[in-house]
């Protein structure tokens, strides 16, 4: 299988509405990081029992370092062990940062940790457990063997 750079487009696409959904729903629409940081919580609820937490954390901290390609100064975050999802670094890394940039940031680290999910456990396992965490939120099937859209 050959594997873009990036996640598929529709994976972005998603991926942006989850991170608007939840600092919509959070009554922080002009904070992506609060939007993530919720996104990252719902994300680890759903996946750690089947994944486990350490495997949540490697996935997610993968899907970081590939978005920072994009994104240099997400290389600044890191993810701590313990917890559900502590992120630490977030502020230093977008504290001088456009806001729409920040929002692009975290939705590449959303649609990579999500196209990672559907490569290691598939799709259909892999995006039923997502899209369990948002069913309101709209989400197109994506074949991992296509290759990616952007």
Same mark, same amino acid.
């Given at each position: ?10 994976? +972005? ?11 919509? +729903? ?24 089947? /994944? ?28 701590? +062990? ?36 559907? /490569? ?24 991992? +063997? ?5």
């Amino acid at each position: 299988m050959v594997m873009s750079q990036h996640p598929p487009e529709r994976l +972005s696409d998603f991926a942006r509405r989850v991170l608007r959904h939840e600092a919509e +729903s959070a009554g922080h629409a002009d904070e992506p990081v609060a939007g993530f940081e919720r996104v990252c919580r719902a994300l680890h609820v759903k996946l750690a029992p089947l /994944i486990s937490s350490a495997g949540y954390h490697t996935v997610l901290a993968r899907a970081l370092r590939l978005a920072a390609r994009d994104f240099p100064f997400l290389t600044g975050v890191s993810i701590s +062990s313990n917890g559900d999802c502590a992120l630490s670094g977030l502020p230093a890394a977008f504290d001088t940062r456009d806001p729409g940039e920040v929002a692009n940031a975290l939705a590449a680290a959303l649609a990579h940790f999500i196209w990672l999910l559907v /490569i290691f456990i598939g799709e259909n396992l892999g995006l039923r457990k997502v899209h369990e965490a948002w069913p309101e939120v709209p989400l197109d099937r994506v074949n991992p +063997s296509s290759g990616a859209g952007k």
